[in-house]
């Protein structure tokens, strides 16, 4: 008996789309002995049907209106590859009403819109898979849900946009400035015209907030998760970190203490040699703790044509064995059912802190700097002050400070009394610390 092939449409034909439709159409027999049955590309959607694509579409119908998707009774699974939080979320609803298995790369519409498609997916019996909404081609979800399923999951941290890395990158390496670094990646295709949502740390969030409902089961509203981007980053502040030994690198962290989950994406210095502050360029890595397996990590492109095309195609073919439904059903995410920790308060977070502020270069700063500090308790474990060089210092010079383990709301305290001292000059500068 024959197996009837699993029929396909897709709504986006951008950078993935065209991706997957080229893995379908050029890998065909070797999909089709993975997934025991044929996958069928049958309708594509697009914006505007006569545009020009770097890919032939011989067999799919094409259409500008991503509701000929929707309501094509035909189809076993759509495909959404759009992005955004509008129309697209009518997409995805409207295709689980009318019997379709989901899959969907929009990081976005989960974090913020999880619950609400999951549950639509669970009232009308379908599935929602999203490998490829985190780390662009690691399968991250699948260890999470699958491989890492003995464990109780106590910590994640990882480096989860390669935009921000591609830059951190550039300035490390180069010593380049983080305008000109941008420039480059905008250059080279690793940046968007707008960066925003990248740079600041909007697009890490949204990330780390789908990873927090996998590992701990929670879901967190996107401003409960305390974020700084890089854009504000000094290459100064790279060669200092450099100089002590560090690098500084664009970290999403979520961990368990004292009962409670934390939650934050910032820059943060790491030791140089450390798994992490090796990962170079538009590369993503991510480190689990799990109770029972410890550390493990997962690296691989985070995004790119491809690379995310991979993780699409992947739950395709799970789809069509099954796998993706029992896996949807057992783990029941964006659900009433989870055990929700309360949010551990960033002021109650406990860390090493880089501190860097531009002073007189006389005598008794130091003194009043390190006095501000004792008087909120924090530590320091090493100070570095160069001699002051060339003919336009204007009687200033860089002050940096390491500290030891202090609460965050007491040293952002000091921070701030710090930028109102008369020998500081402008801000002061502060990333946390990880050894």
Known sequence: MSVLPLKIGMIGLGVVGTGVAKLLSE?????TKKAGRLLVLKKVAVRDASKSRDIS????VITNHWEDVVNDSSLDVVVELAGGTTWTKDAILGSLSSGKHIVTANKALLATHGKEVFDCARKNNRCV????????????????????????IIGIRGILNGTCNFILTSMSETGGSYQDALKEAQKLGFAESDPTMDVDGTDTAHKLAILVQIAFGQTIPLASIDRVGISSLNSIDIHFARELGYGIKLLAEAWI?????????SPVLLRRHSPLAQVRQAYNAIQVMGDAVGDTLYYGLGAGRMPTASSVVADIIDIAVGRAQSTFNSMNLWSDSGNSSPLLSSDDVN?????????DDKPGVLAD??????KHQISIASIIQHEAEGENTNGKVQLVIMTHLSKCGKFRVAAQELDFLDCVSGKAVHYPVED
């Not at 579409?57 to 799919?60: C, K, R």
């Open 57 to 60: 579409l011989d067999g799919p």
């Open 369 to 374: 700097v390190t006095k501000l500090l004792a």
């Open 129 to 152: 898979a999203f490998e490829a909404s985190v780390a662009g081609g690691i399968p991250i979800i699948g260890a999470l849900t699958q491989g890492l399923a003995a464990n109780k």
């Open 257 to 265: 203490y004292d009962g409670k989950l934390a939650v934050h994406v």
């Open 27 to 31: 890998q065909q027999e070797r999909l």
């Open 351 to 359: 860390s090493r802190y880089y501190l860097r502020l531009l002073v």
